[in-house]
C-alpha cells in the first residue's frame, strides 16, 4: 500500500512523545449491492472516508456519532480486523496495513477489542473460564496449570469471583457478561483497547460500574483506550479527548472545548440533545435540533457532507470540502465558519478530568 501523501496532524496535543496510535488517511469502502432503475448495480459505500487520529499512550479518545457513521468500521480498521482501502495505521511506530498475516497475529495480542453485545462475542459453549483462557491458547501462552491462575486472576481483576470460571455465560448478567469481555481483552496483556460501545446494551444501573471498571483498569495497567460511544457524558468522563464523526469523517476533534465552545454545527446539535440546567444555554441550544436523515455513504453530499442538514450551510458549502482547521488549545474543527483559527496547540496539555456522569 503506498504511503499516504503526508497530512498535518490534527489532533493530539504535541507532547513530544510518538502518539501508541497514529491513523492517517483512513478509509474503508465496502462493495454494496443497491437496487437500481431497471436492475441491482454494484456500488462502493465510503464507510470511512479520510480520517486522521493520534492517540498518545495512557490516554482515552471518545468516538462519537450517530449510527451508521463509521464509528465501529474505524475501530475494526485500525485493529485490522477490517482491512482499510487506504490510509496508514501506525501502532508503536510500526504500520500495520503492510503487515504480513503472522506479523499482524503477533501484533494482535498488544491490541484488543471490547464489543458492545458481550452476549454475543462469548461462545456459549465454552465455559467462561475457557472463554478468557482461549486467546492464550491461540497465542501458545503458558501451560495450562498457567493458564488457570490468568483465568482466575482476571476473573479477580474485574470484580467477579474465581469460582465461576466453571459456569456458562448465559448464567450471568448482562454487566457480569461485559466483565467477562473485559477479562477475555485483557488476558494477553495489551496496551491498545478498542471498546466499542462497551456499555451501551447495559442497563443504566451498570453502566457506571463497567465505567468505573474501565477507568481502573486503564490506571493500573497504563491502557490506551479507542472508547466508542452514542454518549456524549460517558465519552467526557472517561476520555482525554473526543472525535465527533459525521459519515465517514471526523469533523471536530478536542479535550473540553468540544463540550464548551463546539466549533462545528454537527457537534453543536449532538451537544443540544444533552440536557443543562442553564435556561440561557437551554435556549440557545434548542435552535441546533438535528433534523432529516443521515444522507447514504454511497452518494454522500458534495463539498460538506453535513450541508444537507445544516442550518448554517451556505453556497460554498456545496462546493468546498472543509478541512480541519486548528481552532486553538487541541480542538480542530471542520467547517468553513467555525470561527477563527486559534493559536497553535499548547504543548502539553493536561485537560482537568469532569464530574462523573450522572448514569443512574
Ligand atoms: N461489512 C459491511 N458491508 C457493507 N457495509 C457495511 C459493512 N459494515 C458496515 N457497513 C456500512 O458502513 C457504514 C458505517 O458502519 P459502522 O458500523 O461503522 O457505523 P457505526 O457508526 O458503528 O454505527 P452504529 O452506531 O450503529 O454502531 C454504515 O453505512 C454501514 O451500513
Ligand atoms: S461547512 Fe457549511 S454545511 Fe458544513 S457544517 Fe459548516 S456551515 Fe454547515
Ligand atoms: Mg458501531
Sequence with gaps: MPEPAVVENPDAPDTGVAPLVSVRGLEVAFRVREAGPARWRRSLLNAVAGVDLDIPRGETLGLVGESGCGKSTTGRAILQLQRPTAGSVRFDGTELTTLSRAELRRMRSRMQMVFQDPYASLNPRMTVGESIAEPMLVHGVGDWRSRRRTVAELLETVGLSPAWEERYPHEFSGGQRQRIGIARALVLEPEFIVADEPVSALDVSVQAQTINLLESLQERFGLTYLFIAHDLAVVRHLSTRVAVMYLGKIVEVGGDAVYERPRHPYTQALLSAVPIPDPHVETERRRKVLTGDVPSPVRPPSGCRF??????????????????????????????????????????????????????
Design 307 to 360: 450541508r444537507t442538514r445544516c442550518w448554517k450551510a451556505e453556497e460554498v458549502c456545496a462546493q468546498e470540502e472543509p478541512a480541519l482547521r486548528p481552532m486553538g488549545d487541541g480542538q480542530w474543527a471542520a467547517c468553513h465558519f467555525a470561527g477563527p483559527v486559534g493559536p497553535p496547540p499548547t504543548p502539553a496539555l493536561t485537560l482537568p478530568r469532569p464530574a462523573p456522569p450522572a448514569l443512574s
